[in-house]
């Protein structure tokens, strides 16, 4: 038989006729009148291609096929009864697995350092965490929770803001006592340049100037890498001039090992955001991990 949506249809009608011993009782117990749960039955046997029940003026009984089939449907019943309880009695508690996705420099920087108190606070709620730089396949992959840094490509996903973080660029103390502090974009040819490149090569550093104007500096970066940790590593070790979110490397200029330069030329503040399938439904492991997000980043 094709397994099909119909593969349950009438099977707890049924039960509750056996149960009652009357179609009359199995309707009123269930909301139906008599005529619909008579028809239902009709149709399940029909689907089935055997009777399940021999019916008489005054009474019903099983058929040799309706025994067998009222024991099967009967645990089935009986478990999906026990399945629609233990949900509710869980009600809106998180538990399960969260898959997240998040990039380097949010987890590097911030989450990392997080995470052990949401554990504490959600003990039923098991992590897996993808951290990288790709572009993760939320559906296709399965994953609960995206973390994104920028503009975001249109989509129909559900993308949140829960905070802005200035993009900086940014060298350490002992690179610019040895090779100068440059003062306009302009001046970034003279130096060694470490540029994030994961999406491709990139041809230019774009900068906003004090007056609106767009300044667009070609780069020839000595060092290019894909993970924004490495960036940074290499900056505070004065092999260069890097740009860098402000959320990660916070730290390190309240520190004073990496400095801002060029301040005068920042871009509008980055968007990050918290992208998931929908607002319909949402799990409750998925949103204690967006209000605890919030909830951090204030």
């Known amino acids: 038989m094709d397994h099909n949506k119909d593969l349950f249809d009438g099977m707890v009608l049924f039960c509750a006729v056996v149960t009652q011993d009357s179609m009359s009782a199995a309707a009123k117990l ?13 149709r399940l046997e029909t689907r089935l291609g055997t009777r399940l029940l021999n019916r008489t003026t005054r009474r019903l009984s099983l058929t040799e096929s309706g025994r067998v089939y009222y ?23 998180p538990f399960g697995e969260l898959r997240l996705s998040v990039p380097v420099v949010f ?110 500096v070609p780069i020839s970066p000595r060092i290019r890498c894909d993970d924004a940790h490495t960036e940074k590593v290499l900056a505070l070790a004065g092999r260069g001039v890097t740009r860098l979110p402000e959320i990660s490397c916070q730290a390190e200029l309240d520190a004073g090992t990496l400095v801002p330069i060029l301040t005068a030329f920042e871009n509008p503040p980055l968007g990050v955001h918290v992208i998931y399938a929908s607002r319909d439904n949402l799990p409750a492991k998925t949103r204690a991990m967006i209000d605890f997000l919030v909830e951090k980043v204030r």
């Open 71 to 93: 024991e099967n449907a009967r645990r089935i019943v009986e478990d999906a009864h026990a399945l629609q309880d233990r949900l509710h009695s869980i009600g809106d508690r």
């Open 107 to 216: 987890a590097h920087g911030w989450l990392n350092q997080w995470l052990p108190e949401f554990l504490d606070r959600y003990p039923d709620v098991d992590l897996h965490l993808d951290i990288s730089e790709r572009h993760s396949d939320l559906i296709g992959e399965g994953i609960d929770l995206l973390v994104r840094i920028g503009t975001l490509p249109s989509s129909d996903l559900v993308a949140r803001e829960i905070l802005r973080t200035r993009g900086l660029t940014v060298a350490s103390p002992s690179y610019l006592k040895r090779n100068g502090t440059p003062h306009h974009p302009n001046d970034l040819k003279d130096h060694e340049l470490i540029d994030f490149s994961f999406h491709g090569i990139t041809q230019s550093w774009t900068y906003m100037g004090p007056g609106g104007e767009v300044i667009t």
């Open 30 to 42: 269930l909301g139906h009148t008599p005529s619909h749960v008579s028809k239902e039955i009709a």
